[in-house]
């Protein structure tokens, strides 16, 4: 059976880093998983809670009553010795070199210093605009860290397009009024209230024009429910008539 492709153009892409630019979920979770079991913490709901999220609000949403400062220097040390081990998902490398520099940004939820580690062990072209956790006063699912790549590259928020793995992270991409693409693996599919879902970023074509980058990729979900029709949608004929009659 032929596979349905979809187009989407926008301006700039955004994409969050754990997850869909590098394959450090698991690092995360043995980080988290060593911080919890020292103090006696519920382990696997700090794990859940981690998805998308900074350290600080984890640690506030977890043990608000320990010293935060103290337990984040904590979690991103260990962090910081284990990201040199970092590999990146497949596709990954090859769909932001088709990028110009200027016209996508990262926007995660670590650290700066661990951000720049896990970038440079695998060699990821780092984009002129990358907003970590310590240039935001909210994290996700607050959109501040969205607005202010949209910001720094001088693009209508309405005018991007968001790679997120996690429901924080998506949930932070709608609030700033983005089009978000979910990439699976970190989380159950049902959890990521997308447009679209992709296995990841290897399924997807960034083809550069004079005024916009077209995406092209297959269809693997395709919610309609969520999906609006201004959004700059190009698509082959079986998902038009769908789309249609979900409008009439």
Not at 43 to 67: F, K, M, N, T, Y
Not at 147 to 154: D, W
Request: a negative charge.
């Amino acid at each position: 059976m032929p596979r349905t492709f979809v187009q989407l153009n926008c301006q700039a892409v955004l994409c969050d880093m754990d997850g869909v630019l590098v394959d450090s979920i698991s690092q995360i979770e043995r980080c988290l998983r060593h911080w919890a079991s020292k103090l006696n913490l519920d382990v696997e709901h700090i794990v859940e809670l981690s998805h998308g999220r900074c350290d600080r609000d984890v640690v506030q949403l977890a043990a608000p009553c320990l010293d935060v400062e103290k337990e984040i220097r904590l979690i991103q040390a260990h962090e910081v010795a284990e990201a040199v081990d970092t590999c990146a998902k497949k596709g990954a490398v090859e769909f932001v070199n088709s990028l110009a520099l200027n016209s996508w940004a990262i926007v995660t939820s670590g650290c700066r210093a661990v951000a720049e580690i896990r970038l440079k062990a695998e060699g990821i072209s780092i984009p002129h605009t990358v907003i970590t956790s310590d240039d935001v006063t909210f994290g996700k699912t607050d959109p501040e860290g969205y607005l202010s790549a949209a910001r720094h590259i001088e693009v209508n928020p309405a005018n991007c397009v968001v790679f997120e793995d996690a429901p924080a992270g998506v949930a932070a991409a709608r609030a700033a009024g983005m089009r978000v693409i979910g990439v699976l693996g970190t989380v159950p599919d049902d959890n990521l209230r997308c447009d679209f879902l992709l296995s990841g970023l290897d399924d997807v074509t960034a083809i550069r024009t004079a005024s916009t980058i077209e995406l092209h990729f297959p269809v693997l979900v395709h919610r309609l429910g969520s999906f609006s029709l201004g959004a700059n949608f190009i698509c082959n004929d079986l998902i038009s008539v769908i789309t249609r009659r979900k409008v009439r």
